[in-house]
């Protein structure tokens, strides 16, 4: 009722059709009082085992392939996102060169805009420190956006909804691609339902969620492990 409300006129769409036509719905995420919603509203039939009857089929939602990590966060250093450095291990090599092809691409939830940038502009600060020692100036991380896949505002990116809709979809675009300059994106939760990017490898959730809804917290969590394999 409340989720995507245009669904609720699939049952005007199943008056139209022949009985013949067979109608499936499928979700990944569906609890008790959702399911009855969609039953009731989405022009499914009756549930049994008769013909011209809806059938509920549930599979297991174990993904063995994908793996939680809860990380308690020290009581004085919760506002100074450290704990965020593992996302850049492999940011530079053994000549502290920078490879930010190397980073595996993720998504860093984070509740308020001005979070967001701070969480940004933290580790766009580690990103330039790491390559402070390299002796090739051409492969230091830098804050010049000529210098392309280097600048740490590109590798690291930001997305709020005060982003204006030009950059979101120019930042998405971007992110989307297999080999995208974008390899950490910081976001507020305007980057979660729809969003469909195949190799996110990692989506860390900062905090719990703003609203308290666990819900939300899975809805974050589920940007990920979207791939096959």
């Not at 199943?14 to 008790?32: K, P, Y």
């Not at 580690?126 to 020692?133: H, I, N, Q």
């Not at 976001?187 to 308290?212: C, H, K, Q, Y």
């Amino acid at each position: 009722r409340d989720f995507r409300p245009a669904f609720t006129m699939l049952g005007q769409l199943r008056m139209i059709l022949h009985r013949e036509v067979f109608w499936f719905g499928c979700s990944a995420t569906l609890d008790d009082e959702a399911e009855r919603l969609v039953l009731s509203g989405a022009g499914f039939r009756t549930v049994g085992e008769h013909m011209y009857q809806t059938q509920i089929i549930r599979t297991s939602i174990n993904r063995p392939d994908v793996a939680i990590s809860i990380q308690p966060l020290a009581r004085r250093k919760v506002s100074s996102f450290e704990a965020l450095c593992f996302l850049l291990d492999t940011s530079v090599n053994s000549d502290s060169a920078a490879t930010p092809e190397n980073i595996p691409k993720a998504v860093v939830f984070v509740d308020g805009r001005t979070a967001v940038r701070r969480a940004a502009a933290y580790l766009q600060g580690v990103l330039l420190a790491k390559t402070s020692g390299c002796a090739n100036p051409s492969r230091q991380y830098s804050q010049d956006a000529a210098s392309g896949s280097y600048c740490v505002t590109t590798v690291v990116e930001i997305f709020t909804a005060h982003v204006s809709k030009y950059d979101q979809d120019d930042r998405y675009a971007e992110f989307k691609k297999t080999g995208s300059a974008i390899r950490i994106m910081v976001a507020t939760t305007s980057l979660g339902m729809g969003v469909n990017v195949p190799d996110i490898e990692r989506v860390v959730v900062w905090g719990f969620p703003i609203s308290g809804d666990p819900s939300d917290h899975w809805q974050r969590l589920g940007r990920g492990g979207r791939g096959p394999g």
